[in-house]
């Protein structure tokens, strides 16, 4: 029905900036909130960032708040993520979620989610 492909991701200093890219084809993203969670090795996938379907609401971990800021675009079918303030503890796999909930919060807990594959963002002390 729709399928996401994460882009941007690479390393990175601490300190630097990065920003990801989260393009859908095969539906119009303005039907679904989207969001991005990231998942660090030996440790569960975890919520980062969420955005309304209108893009007039965002949401944030309070691990990322001020330092992140998610956005979209529906003219262009993608979401964006970008990251200021970079710290080694923000390396993970950072994959985009797409859902007709309302929140994508739900995808942590409901298997009411598209996924992506997911890009690696990695940064270094």
């Known amino acids: 029905q729709v399928q996401l492909v994460e882009s941007g991701g690479g390393l990175v200093q601490a300190g630097g900036s990065l920003r990801l890219s989260c393009a859908a084809s095969?539906?119009?993203?303005?039907?679904?909130?989207m969001g991005w969670f990231r998942q660090a090795p030996g440790k569960e996938r975890e919520f980062v960032a969420a955005?309304?379907?209108?893009?007039?609401?965002?949401y944030y971990a309070d691990s990322v708040k001020g330092r992140f800021t998610i956005s979209r675009d529906d003219i262009k079918n993608t979401v964006y993520l970008q990251m200021n303030s970079l710290n080694p503890e923000d390396t993970a796999v950072y994959s985009c979620?797409?859902?007709?909930?309302?929140?994508?919060?739900?995808?942590?807990?409901?298997?009411?989610?598209?996924w992506g594959q997911g890009t690696q963002v990695t940064v270094s002390s």
């Open positions: 979620a797409a859902t007709f909930k309302s929140t994508v919060q739900v995808c942590s807990t409901l298997n009411v989610c598209y």
């Open positions: 955005i309304s379907r209108s893009g007039g609401s965002t």
């Open positions: 095969g539906r119009t993203l303005s039907s679904y909130a």
